[in-house]
């Protein structure tokens, strides 16, 4: 099992020193991926749907501080050396298909074939609108047709591609990514289509648990995901077994064990053993991948958090 921890591009640790010291702790502590969320702008009011709360409700808005999300990784790149770089994840539609083809392949280049780029369809329509980005209602049809640039542009040494969002031809496109044929795309998203997208295009499949319309907070839940992604992979000819699983536990608690309306204890809440349980349990269905957010108020609580992991629950896997 590998773990993704989250450096937050906003709020009161989005501090250049502070990024630079969670990076490195989570370096050095032998996590295997740095995480950076996306988003541009935050606008003021936000009416949209947030997929990851019982209410809908979006309280990571603040004072709307973000730093740009491919800037930041690069920072991050230039202050670490082994760890790897997870974008978790980019929104497709936020940015032009052939300018984040290219930030993506020079961030590979530049970080040493560090880079993993994960993707999803966005779910803020304000923030679509205000950053002029192709119509909200189409992003699941936008997102499938710059996936399919990327890799047009990653992979062809004469590029050509025209579709309904993005278009070209007869250009130069270097430097290619390091990695080949391009760095790992993870396909972030619960929704049967993004199941679909993953089978698709993506080499790990990057669900959250507690999407209320799409919930995969049980094992029978994720088991019965992970045999669609299959059966989909096998429609679009690919191999199933070439898949890989991720899965994002952002409700983890190492002090309080949660329970949810039946009864049952929340997984990744309670105790070291509990933790260490829930994760070799996603390991037996396949997932090779966690990511965690050890977000405190300080840098110096976000450290004993990671530190707490990695000492008294990891070795527990």
């Given at each position: 099992?590998?773990?993704?921890?989250?450096?937050?591009?906003?709020?009161?640790?989005?501090?250049?020193?502070?990024?630079?010291?969670?990076?490195?702790?989570?370096?050095?502590?032998?996590?295997?991926?740095?995480?950076?969320?996306?988003?541009?702008?935050?606008?003021?009011?936000?009416?949209?749907?947030?997929?990851?709360?019982?209410?809908?409700?979006?309280?990571?808005?603040?004072?709307?501080?973000?730093?740009?999300?491919?800037?930041?990784?690069?920072?991050?790149?230039?202050?670490?050396?082994?760890?790897?770089?997870?974008?978790?994840?980019?929104?497709?539609?936020?940015?032009?298909?052939?300018?984040?083809?290219?930030?993506?392949?020079?961030?590979?280049?530049?970080?040493?074939?560090?880079?993993?780029?994960?993707?999803?369809?966005?779910?803020?329509?304000?923030?679509?609108?205000?950053?002029?980005?192709?119509?909200?209602?189409?992003?699941?049809?936008?997102?499938?047709?710059?996936?399919?640039?990327?890799?047009?542009?990653?992979?062809?040494?004469?590029?050509?591609?025209?579709?309904?969002?993005?278009?070209?031809?007869?250009?130069?496109?270097?430097?290619?990514?390091?990695?080949?044929?391009?760095?790992?795309?993870?396909?972030?998203?619960?929704?049967?289509?993004?199941?679909?997208?993953?089978?698709?295009?993506?080499?790990?499949?990057?669900?959250?648990?507690?999407?209320?319309?799409?919930?995969?907070?049980?094992?029978?839940?994720l088991s019965e995901a992970r045999?669609?992604?299959?059966?989909?992979?096998?429609?679009?000819?690919?191999?199933?077994?070439?898949?890989?699983?991720?899965?994002?536990?952002?409700?983890?608690?190492?002090?309080?064990?949660?329970q949810l309306p039946d009864g049952?204890?929340?997984?990744?809440?309670?105790?070291?053993?509990?933790?260490?349980?829930?994760?070799?349990?996603?390991?037996?269905?396949?997932?090779?991948?966690?990511?965690?957010?050890?977000?405190?108020?300080?840098?110096?609580?976000?450290?004993?958090?990671?530190?707490?992991?990695?000492?008294?629950?990891?070795?527990?896997?």
């Amino acid at each position: 099992m590998d773990y993704v921890i989250g450096v937050p591009g906003g709020g009161p640790l989005a501090k250049p020193e502070t990024m630079i010291a969670l990076a490195r702790r989570i370096e050095e502590l032998g996590f295997g991926y740095v995480g950076v969320g996306d988003h541009i702008v935050i606008p003021r009011e936000v009416r949209s749907r947030y997929p990851y709360s019982e209410t809908g409700e979006f309280r990571g808005g603040g004072t709307g501080e973000a730093f740009e999300q491919l800037t930041m990784l690069s920072f991050l790149a230039g202050q670490t050396s082994t760890v790897r770089l997870l974008s978790t994840v980019t929104v497709l539609p936020h940015r032009g298909p052939i300018q984040t083809a290219k930030a993506v392949a020079s961030l590979d280049v530049l970080s040493g074939g560090r880079l993993s780029l994960g993707v999803g369809v966005g779910w803020m329509r304000e923030e679509f609108e205000v950053i002029g980005a192709p119509p909200y209602d189409e992003r699941g049809a936008v997102s499938n047709e710059y996936l399919e640039a990327f890799i047009e542009l990653w992979t062809n040494d004469n590029p050509t591609f025209k579709g309904k969002y993005c278009e070209f031809s007869n250009i130069f496109f270097e430097p290619k990514p390091v990695q080949k044929p391009y760095p790992p795309i993870w396909v972030a998203g619960e929704s049967p289509p993004a199941i679909r997208r993953a089978a698709r295009f993506g080499n790990v499949w990057f669900p959250v648990g507690n999407n209320p319309r799409f919930p995969l907070l049980t094992l029978e839940q994720l088991s019965e995901a992970r045999d669609r992604l299959h059966r989909y992979a096998e429609e679009y000819g690919r191999d199933p077994s070439k898949l890989e699983m991720a899965y994002g536990a952002n409700w983890y608690d190492e002090k309080n064990a949660q329970q949810l309306p039946d009864g049952q204890r929340r997984t990744f809440t309670g105790s070291a053993e509990q933790i260490a349980g829930d994760i070799r349990a996603l390991e037996e269905v396949g997932v090779g991948y966690i990511w965690l957010f050890f977000g405190a108020p300080t840098l110096e609580g976000s450290v004993e958090r990671m530190e707490y992991f990695a000492r008294e629950i990891r070795p527990l896997v």
